[in-house]
């Protein structure tokens, strides 16, 4: 199932918007490549890819929590340290060709990045932008 990018997962920080789009076209890259049933060394690379990005943008992200002291950072950055062990006992099962394990990590993707986004990062963007 491929995320759809709208206006509404915007949450009106230039980069953080801009890694949330590049997030959502890596999962749909990795849906596509399941999907066509690319080789397995494809399907690989485009899994690293989506967790090198995650975790270039929690690293960001978790800079601006901190210099902007939010008052839920904690919270926040237990989400991303969820979604690393998850993926993280996801690989094993991605890469033993485990059935169903691709399906598997595209519906928890999908499901995990538009909570987080349109719950968890809705909020920071409300301390970003002084609304709370």
């Known amino acids: 199932m491929r995320i759809p990018w709208s206006k509404e997962m915007m ?18 890259g990795l849906n596509d490549a399941i999907s066509t049933s690319a080789n397995a060394g494809l399907q690989i690379d485009k899994y690293c890819q989506i967790i090198d ?5 929690f690293a960001r992200e978790e800079q601006i929590m901190l ?23 996801m690989t094993y099962l991605f890469e033993c060709n485990a059935p169903m394990a691709e399906q598997n990590i595209i519906a928890f ?3 995990w990045f538009f909570h987080h986004v349109m719950i968890s990062d809705m909020k920071l963007a409300s301390h970003l932008f002084g609304q709370t």
Do not use: M
Request: hydrophobic share 30%.
């Open 53 to 57: 990005c995650f975790g270039d943008h």
């Open 11 to 28: 949450i009106g920080h230039l980069s953080l918007d801009s890694d949330h789009e590049r997030i959502i076209a890596l999962v749909n």
């Open 67 to 89: 210099s902007t002291k939010y008052p839920d950072a904690d919270s926040h950055r237990k989400e991303h340290w969820y979604l690393f062990d998850q993926l993280t006992k």
């Open 109 to 111: 993707l999908n499901k």
